[in-house]
């Protein structure tokens, strides 16, 4: 094993130092220049992620193309687990991160907390708000792209969404908002989940299939639930039936909190109870 010495770390961290102050276009010379700000070291450092992340990305690209396509292909993959050969936009877009839940527990309100700012066409109400599939990404000017034109766009990760048609596709829109969070992440807000047969009747696409395709496409998948209605419902037991494979992504937020302690930390091991039985094997970390 090799030991560093202090002289030797203090020589490879002046080296980083100087690397960085290169990237950022400053002369540092030893004990003369000026150390960059901290500000544009961090930039610095951001620009260097990207690039490695980039070369990374077009590794995978290149490999999966060369090597697993051609077998998806072959053995018609794509029809049988209903997921078509990626895309280039598949593998460039940021990670996804899906917001589920029954409706009014603050899945939006949840997302606009973390974008620190309004998005277009948010709406939020203590009834029904958010009536469409939402995907909310990156851009320095605030646009509304339909979901048909999303979907025919190969510049984005949404052309496998035809396979649901103009009913589904009419409703779902992609949100171009400029906040940091959305350069490293994106967002799918969803419909809230209601209960009875009023959601199902004026519904022209299959929810769960699209919950399925979406937490399939997913980095992360958070529950949402009001800590202080925590009954699930039988449309929303299916939609989390529908997240099958995928648990290692899922997180099980309880939102509103602040609304009192008592009544919460009473009803936790009901609720968590009520939760294993639609899906066993959801675990308390
Ligand atoms: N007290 C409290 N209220 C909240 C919190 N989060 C959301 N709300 C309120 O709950 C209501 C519903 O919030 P939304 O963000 O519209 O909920 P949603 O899950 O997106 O609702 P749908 O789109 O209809 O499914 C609004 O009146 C919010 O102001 C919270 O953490 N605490
Ligand atoms: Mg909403």
Redesign the pocket.
Known sequence: MTEISGSSSQAAANQVQVQVSKAVGLEFQDGGGQAPSPSLMKKAIHSQIKQMSDEVTNGLKQLYKQYIRPVEVTYKFGEFANSPPWEDADFDAPPMVVML?Q????????IRYLLERDFPGQ????E???DRFCAIMHSNQEKIIPGQAAAMDITRPFRALQRFGSGFLNKFEVVMCPSPILESIYFIDT??VLSGEKQRIGRSYQFPQVIEWFAARADRILL?FDAHKLDISDEFSDAIKMLKGHDDKIRVVL??C??GKGEMCFCFDFFFSSLQMHRSNFKYI
């Open positions: 839940g409706y009014s527990v603050g899945k939006t309100t949840f709406r939020i109400g203590p029904p708000t958010t419909p809230g949402l939102n509103k602040d609304l």
